[in-house]
């Protein structure tokens, strides 16, 4: 029998009325827990204060070099991932870290973008995987 996985947001609501909650496939399931992942900080999640990436503990830093805090949030991911989604084997994570010009209201701004690529196996099924988000950071926005 296959395993069922949920779609994230949970609807708290049809759960405590018994309804059917969407389902989602093995890599789409991977693809929202590594997704929650990376935009939680340490201890923002009470029951397990490791759950999270090291991301936010330089949203605003703007004295650490580039490469430094390139490798800091990469290898802070890579160990999360590894003890929270044991789903994917093989893991491989990169980040990409540049500034780039966000145009608001009535000017532009800069702002530091973060690339993040975990790449791996599924190992359930055996497939290639890949998950890939960008988001700015200082403070946090989506593209």
Known sequence: MPMEYYTLPLDLGKIMRQDEHPKCSLLDSVKHHLHLLVTTAFG???????FGCGIWEHDFDNLTSAHKLREYIRESLLQSVQVHEQRVGALRVTIGLRQEEVPE???SRVR??????????LLL????FAYRDSFFVGPLSYQ
């Open 105 to 107: 209201q009535e000017s």
């Open 112 to 121: 530091k973008r973060i690339d993040v690529t975990i790449t791996g196996v």
């Open 44 to 50: 923002e999640f009470p029951e397990d204060p490791r």
């Open 125 to 128: 099924t055996n497939e290639p």
